[in-house]
């Protein structure tokens, strides 16, 4: 799915979340408030920013992680970007970009519709499976 796929789908299921875009401070992609079951995600970003972002929002949207202060700890954090990057990247996909692209990340994650945190976040998860 792409971004605006995605918000077309949480209107039908989950009507109660707000979803709005906005100028966010500093080097913020996305927040998750709380109290107003609100995501909010940065407008001057690609869409295919965008799109990590929101995935990421829902995981903390999920968990019920308040991150409208900027910030949720640092294990939260490590647990929502691992949830995102097995949300966001197909296995067999993810492969074959590796083959194609010798494992260069940007070029991986231009092909995978993703940002290349998203790509280093996977390969995280991939090497604590190996070692
Ligand atoms: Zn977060």
């Known amino acids: 799915m792409n971004y605006g796929q995605m918000r077309m789908a949480l209107y039908r299921v989950a009507p109660d979340l707000q979803v709005s875009s906005a100028l966010l401070p500093g080097k913020l992609d ?3 408030c709380l109290a107003t079951n609100t995501v909010l995600i940065d407008r001057r970003m690609t869409y295919v920013r965008k799109r990590c972002a929101l995935v990421h929002e829902l995981v903390h949207w999920r968990h019920g992680d308040d991150t409208s202060d900027g910030c949720a700890g640092s294990k ?41 945190q998203v790509i280093e976040d996977y390969r995280q998860i991939l090497s604590e499976i190996i070692h």
């Open 30 to 32: 996305g927040i998750y």
């Open 76 to 116: 939260i954090e490590r647990r929502c970007r691992r949830e995102t990057a097995m949300l966001l990247i197909n296995t067999a996909a993810y492969a074959v970009a590796e083959r194609m692209y010798d494992g260069e990340p940007h070029q991986m994650a231009s092909e995978l519709n993703v940002t290349v």
